[in-house]
């Protein structure tokens, strides 16, 4: 194989790799931003349900406030009752005390509604507060992991990038130049092989024979006339042809 060629497969393999680690800690970090936003969901929906526990006490302090004035209102409407001389007067009175229980039941009524509703509503606030919790311990070692996994990555694009320095210095300018090119253009693979009847791996388009038996000699710097993909044949696909 052309050790110009060889040099760029062994530039494009640590590329991959770092590319590798790169995407890894950005699945990551996308993992946490989610959970930063789940967790932002539930303690918003949390706040939500303490006002409505809020409103629905207010309303339950007022109910009892009304039954506590209905009683008032029946214990004298009863007193008075007991000092009336006339039907029509004892009948008048009679209603009322009639329409003050039927308010009174109605409010008992709504405050024990109320109070199914408050405790509903507190086992709501303490199922979401459990869920935030437990995504919050989740968030805690999704860090954790993500900033082990940083200190290993910098670590390994450190030894990286040394290596692959030095196999940028043996490359020709131009030939790296065409490599960064494609690979900014059309991401990785940036230089591919060539299958024993031809056909670019990149593309999967057929060459035309002249430049496939070209590249065949090995001594060509080439590229895929459809993709532009820099070509190379493997030695075992090379060996299989010269058979």
């Given amino acids: 194989?052309?050790?110009?060629?060889?040099f760029l497969i062994e530039i494009q393999n640590i590329d991959m790799d770092l590319l590798k680690y790169e995407e890894a800690a950005k699945e990551i970090l996308k993992d946490i931003k989610e959970t930063e936003d789940a967790i932002n969901i539930k303690e918003e929906r949390?706040?939500?349900?303490?006002?409505?526990?809020?409103?629905?006490?207010?309303?339950?302090?007022?109910?009892?406030?009304?039954?506590?004035?209905?009683?008032?209102?029946i214990a004298k409407m009863k007193d008075t009752?007991?000092?009336?001389?006339?039907?029509?007067?004892?009948?008048?009175?009679?209603?009322s005390i009639k329409d003050n229980e039927s308010l009174k039941k109605k409010s008992e009524d709504d405050m024990l509604l109320?109070?199914?509703?408050?405790?509903?509503?507190?086992?709501?606030?303490?199922?979401v507060q459990k869920e935030v919790v437990q995504l919050t311990n989740s968030l805690s070692e999704k860090r954790d992991i993500y900033k082990r996994n940083k200190q290993k990555?910098?670590?390994?694009?450190?030894?990286?990038?040394?290596?692959?320095?030095?196999?940028?210095?043996?490359?020709?300018?131009?030939?790296?130049?065409v490599y960064e090119t494609i690979k900014r253009n059309k991401k990785l693979p940036a230089i591919?092989?060539?299958?024993?009847?031809?056909?670019?791996?990149?593309?999967?388009?057929?060459?035309?024979?002249?430049?496939f038996n070209e590249l065949l000699s090995e001594t060509l710097f080439m590229q895929c006339p459809i993709c532009s993909r820099i070509l190379y044949v493997e030695q075992n696909n090379l060996e299989k042809t010269e058979k």
């Fill in 1 to 6: 194989m052309n050790q110009q060629i060889s």
């Fill in 192 to 211: 591919t092989s060539v299958t024993q009847s031809g056909a670019c791996t990149g593309c999967y388009r057929m060459l035309p024979p002249q430049q």
């Fill in 46 to 73: 949390r706040e939500e349900l303490k006002e409505e526990l809020l409103d629905l006490s207010k309303k339950i302090d007022m109910e009892e406030l009304n039954i506590k004035s209905y009683d008032g209102r």
């Fill in 153 to 177: 990555f910098d670590a390994a694009k450190k030894d990286f990038n040394s290596k692959k320095d030095l196999l940028v210095s043996r490359v020709k300018r131009e030939y790296y130049t």
């Fill in 81 to 95: 009752q007991k000092l009336i001389q006339t039907n029509k007067e004892y009948n008048a009175m009679q209603k």
């Fill in 114 to 127: 109320y109070l199914t509703n408050k405790d509903e509503l507190n086992n709501k606030i303490s199922q």
